[in-house]
Nanobody, 117 residues
């Protein structure tokens, strides 16, 4: 199983980026797909979850600015990030878990997002 994350980069405050995470070797549609982020010196935190059954969750810190979506036909989950601030600077990871599981079974390699002021 592989999760390949992409789309990170350097952007100015107020700008936008779209992250993508494509899975292979798993039945993608069965998995809940999540985006996490880890800022320097801080713990990794969930940003958003796209449930396999169709629901969505976003952390309060990104509601109204970020959108999580998935395309099961493309085995891909997206994180659209708008109105970025320097506080969004972090390494972003995608992860997959089966419904009912308390842990994430698979992780992508991370993609760095840097927001300059």
């Amino acid at each position: 199983v592989q999760l390949q994350a992409s789309g990170g980069g350097l952007v100015q405050a107020g700008g936008s980026l779209r992250l993508s995470c494509t899975g292979s070797g798993l039945t993608f549609s069965r998995y809940n797909m999540a985006w996490f982020r880890q800022a320097p010196g801080k713990e990794r935190k969930v940003v958003g979850i796209a449930w396999s059954e169709g629901g969505r969750h976003l952390a309060d810190s990104v509601k109204g600015r970020f959108t999580i979506s998935r395309d099961n036909a493309k085995n891909t989950v997206y994180l659209q990030m708008n109105s970025l601030t320097p506080e969004d600077t972090a390494v972003y990871y995608c992860a997959a878990s089966l419904p009912g599981s308390t842990k994430y079974d698979y992780w992508g390699q991370g993609t760095l997002v840097t927001v300059s002021s």
